[in-house]
């Protein structure tokens, strides 16, 4: 570790990690008691401090009802925003929970929660706490799950989620230097013994991370490499989207419904590939289509194209059918639920 990775993060500092913000009438921040995000508040607070008139800061804290501590939590949190003059709610995550998949469920969740509170202030922007550790840990878990170029690229600084955007000013800030601005300012935080669990993955990827960095793998590093693939991601996609306009082009030529198969046939396979889930998201009623079937699927489709052959089949809630050279990928025929015998 570097000495200015245990340095606090000064109030000029702040206004550069939240000068793209300043323009916003209402604010978000998600603040679950911990130290990232209780130096997010405080460091939004001393930031809006600067203005005449800046954004309207609400602090919002997300109890889970997993852990009993997390009542008290939402209350501290409540009272370190009122000494800063920012308002603060606290949802609830209410019904029953999963036995199973509890941290993904509890994220859906908490961003879902934060969604409706955000729309209720008129806010188009919900600011989490999320940091360069964060993001190595985020690149490691996608990594071996097997990932394409996207998932790798990990956290962007500002993404789109439930029709909000979720903005990462501490992208590039490591966890030391949020703690040493709280120690500094004798705030106190909470610790959430579930970050230390070992019977999740990211508080295990976490506690190799030292290992990891002494053979150079450190959280500078591996969010570098995160940068540098979401900026190969990015050119891509611009690519992805010139073949999308070639081949519409095509297709404007003919009368006949579909994708010219020949011309699909001639892209690169990464263009293919994406171009394929696209419309498999765009007509499917079952959800993103997962990368792995959708390998799977051209696979399949390049096989019938070179051999001249038909296709139908059905993923993510679509139909995709190969017939005379064109490609077709149409929605799915809604799935009948069978009704349950009453006991």
Not at 66 to 77: F, I, S
Not at 151 to 176: H, N
Not at 217 to 227: E, K, N, P, V
Request: hydrophobic fraction near 45%; proline fraction near 5%; charge should be positive.
């Amino acid at each position: 570790m570097r000495d200015d990775d245990n340095s606090p993060i000064s109030g000029t500092e702040a206004k550069a990690l939240f000068a793209d913000w300043k323009g916003l009438p209402a604010i978000v921040l998600a603040v679950s008691g911990g130290p990232d995000s209780v130096a997010l508040m405080w460091l939004a607070a001393r930031w809006r401090k600067s203005f005449v008139r800046g954004p309207r800061l609400i602090a919002v804290t997300v109890d889970h009802g997993l852990r009993p501590e997390a009542a008290r939590e939402a209350r501290d949190v409540k009272r370190l925003a009122g000494m800063l003059n920012i308002e603060h709610r606290t949802l609830r995550w209410t019904g029953e929970k999963p036995k199973r998949g509890v941290p993904a469920a509890s994220r859906d969740a908490r961003y879902r929660l934060l969604a409706r509170a955000a729309r209720s202030v008129r806010a188009t922007h919900v600011l989490t706490a999320h940091t360069r550790d964060d993001q190595a840990e985020t690149l490691l878990m996608r990594l071996l799950r097997g990932s394409g170029i996207a998932g790798l690229s990990a956290m962007a600084r500002e993404s789109e989620r439930d029709g909000i955007l979720l903005a990462r000013p501490f992208l590039d800030v490591p966890k030391s230097r949020l703690a040493a601005t709280l120690n500094k300012a004798r705030i106190a935080f909470a610790d959430d013994p579930t970050n230390r669990d070992a019977t999740f993955m990211r508080p295990r990827l976490r506690a190799l991370l030292p290992l990891l960095a002494a053979e150079g793998g450190d959280a500078r590093g591996l969010s570098r490499l995160a940068s540098r693939l979401a900026r190969a991601n990015a050119a891509v996609e611009v690519l992805a989207d010139g073949a999308e306009r070639y081949l519409a082009l095509r297709d404007r030529s003919t009368s006949r419904p579909g994708i010219d198969a020949r011309a699909f046939a001639t892209l690169p396979e990464e263009i293919r590939l994406r171009l394929l889930r696209r419309a498999l998201d765009r007509v499917g009623h079952e959800g993103p289509a997962q990368l792995g079937k959708v390998e799977a699927l051209l696979a399949t489709l390049d096989r019938s194209i070179a051999g001249q052959s038909g296709l139908k089949t059905t993923l993510a809630g679509a139909v995709v059918s190969l017939a005379r050279g064109r490609i077709r990928i149409e929605p799915a025929p809604q799935r009948r639920q069978r009704n349950k015998r009453a006991p």
